[in-house]
């Protein structure tokens, strides 16, 4: 059995933009160090043949004719001295490694090794030397020794070859000595330029290298200021409650996503405009329902006063009761339909004190209170939340109805409001049989009635306050009585400092 397939994820807008700028700018890296070494090489090479020729230089100024007219090499003492006088050799050029990259000489003549090598520390670099007259006659050095073709300028010739499995770079200097025609050549092995070479490679790589760090670095800060408009809009959007139907803001938008946003408020306003006619079809409908129920009371009212039958009676106060659950009812559809978050805009809410709703709330239910012999009280401390009045006052009816409904008589309701820990709160406590936890979610549901109940109710009084409470930003509790048993019924709104949030959303 083969495995599901995860749907592939798609990267994001900045690992998009970092890997359509990290390849041109790799590239660019590549380029850059091909041609910086192209630049640097040829110049560094030039000096390195520079001072090359100043070697066959010092060799030169060595070379003397003797009375018998045969050139010979002289050994100096130490060092490299300066040029005789009576030599023909043109001065050196400038040395633009400096006087102390000139490499110490060690001359060997005679039947002795051709072979001197630098003085540096660790140095692997060999010098191969050879004078010798135009027709090929040897005068000194290693006879074996290539000798450098073609003209350089100035009597000096260069030129790469390979002796004894050896690399060496060459070069040939014409000139006479005492009027004779001499060859001086000087092979230099390539370990020095290697390493200069290797090592200016690698400075230039590292320092091309942290360029391109810094410059991802800035792009990559570039790249996340340039998206935070768009990840506050998406925090915008995943703060927003399911039921809030309001446009997105477009101004703070970037222009590139502006077409986005467009047809999410395209979309938000065709489900806005759906419920809508939802809730004025509940509305027409309970309005409609509102009229003949009331003519239909009217009527058994009439009927019974006309009738002086017992039995008759009976069933007239039965209809009588049966016309007041449904006006009930439809006055719930119509205040669940109006409570609707779609249904009223954000310049619906004002300030509301939380004492002054419990004090008109209890006055209107009083009368029902007293019928059934039901202590009603409060308890207030001063506190205000930002909502809609006549939403509040639908809820705490419900919560007070409710409580009427499910509390034996001779019993107990408190109405509460104050502060809990910086935020307001309504509270409506009874001594009823309360409701057991494992219903206290499916009560908050549409026309759900918990076991035990009159069949008066229309299973809509908590459905409407959960969702009055849910257009407030508000938390609908449902816990135990602080004290014996019943239900304690909680409203939690938001504190102050998120009042800016029920503003917006």
């Not at 306003?269 to 509305?283: C, I, K, P, S, Y």
């Not at 017992?310 to 039965?318: F, K, L, P, S, V």
């Not at 109006?338 to 009083?366: K, N, Y």
């Not at 009159?454 to 409407?464: H, M, V």
Request: charged share 20%; aromatic share 4%; with cysteine.
């Amino acid at each position: 059995m083969s495995a599901v397939s995860r749907p592939r994820r798609a990267p994001s807008i900045r690992g998009r933009l970092l890997g359509y700028l990290l390849l041109p700018l790799v590239l660019l890296l590549v380029a850059s160090v091909w041609a910086d070494h192209r630049t640097y090489v040829t110049p560094l090479y030039n000096a390195f043949d520079r001072a090359l020729s100043h070697t066959v230089l010092a060799i030169a100024a060595h070379l003397t004719r003797g009375p018998d007219g045969q050139v010979h090499l002289e050994k100096p003492d130490s060092g490299i001295p300066p040029m005789p006088p009576n030599s023909t050799a043109p001065p050196p050029p400038s040395d633009p490694l400096g006087e102390h990259d000139k490499p110490p000489l060690r001359f060997e003549y005679g039947n002795r090794p051709s072979l001197w090598t630098h003085l540096f520390p660790g140095g692997r670099e060999s010098f191969l030397y050879r004078v010798n007259l135009p027709d090929g006659q040897a005068v000194a050095g290693d006879q074996g020794l290539p000798i450098a073709r073609g003209g350089g300028g100035n009597g000096f010739s260069y030129n790469d070859a390979v002796y004894k499995q050896l690399p060496l770079r060459i070069v040939s200097y014409h000139t006479q000595v005492s009027g004779q025609p001499v060859i001086v050549s000087v092979g230099e092995t390539m370990h020095r330029r290697d390493r200069a070479v290797r090592r200016l490679d690698t400075l230039i790589g590292l320092s091309d290298g942290i360029q391109l760090l810094l410059v991802l670095g800035v792009c990559l800060f570039g790249i996340t200021v340039a998206l935070r408009p768009i990840n506050r809009l998406g925090e915008r959007i995943a703060h927003r409650q399911p039921q809030s139907l309001q446009p997105l803001p477009v101004a703070p938008v970037p222009s590139e996503v502006r077409p986005l946003v467009q047809s999410l408020n395209t979309l938000l306003g065709t489900v806005r405009n759906a419920a809508q006619a939802q809730q004025h079809f509940l509305t027409n409908a309970a309005h409609q329902l509102r009229t003949p129920l009331s003519g239909l009371k009217a009527q058994l009212e009439v009927l019974a006063g006309e009738t002086r039958d017992g039995a008759q009676q009976e069933r007239i106060a039965r209809l009588h009761d049966s016309v007041d659950r449904l006006a009930h009812t439809a006055n719930q559809l119509l205040a669940l339909a109006r409570a609707e978050p779609s249904a009223h805009s954000p310049g619906d809410f004002t300030e509301v004190q939380l004492e002054a709703l419990i004090g008109t709330v209890a006055d209107s239910m009083l009368d029902r209170a007293i019928a059934r012999n039901i202590d009603l009280g409060a308890e207030c401390e001063p506190a205000h939340v930002h909502g809609v009045l006549w939403l509040l006052h639908e809820l705490l009816i419900n919560l007070l109805d409710n409580a009427i409904r499910h509390t034996p008589e001779d019993g107990r309701i408190t109405l509460r409001c104050g502060l809990h820990g910086g935020a307001p709160y309504l509270e409506v406590e009874d001594n009823g049989p309360g409701i057991p936890i494992s219903e206290r979610e499916r009560v908050r549901e549409r026309f759900y009635r918990a076991a035990g109940s009159d069949g008066q109710s229309s299973g809509l009084g908590l459905a409407i306050v959960e969702e009055i409470a849910r257009s407030h930003h508000a938390r609908f509790e449902i816990l135990d009585a602080r004290v014996g048993t019943g239900a304690r019924m909680r409203v939690a709104f938001p504190s102050e400092g998120m009042k800016e949030q029920v503003l917006t959303a």
